[in-house]
């Protein structure tokens, strides 16, 4: 179980980059925080979520 933008999720394992894939939606324009620090995205293959991790998925938007 890990918590993904604040809800409980199962999580089976894998990198940051697995968990953005079952997001079903583009990696582009998105950043993700694990346990409170930013994952540069060259390092979302091989950086792991692991169980009990707080991870936060924003997506950049256009604003003014």
Do not use: K
Request: proline content about 5%.
């Amino acid at each position: 179980m890990i918590r993904l933008n604040g809800e409980d999720r199962p999580w089976s394992g894998g990198t940051v980059s697995d968990l953005v894939a079952t997001l079903g939606r583009s990696p582009q324009g998105i950043a993700v925080a694990l346990d409170g620090t930013v994952v540069a995205r060259s390092l979302w293959t091989s950086t792991p979520v692991n169980e009990g991790a707080v991870v936060e998925v924003v997506t950049a938007a256009a604003g003014g």
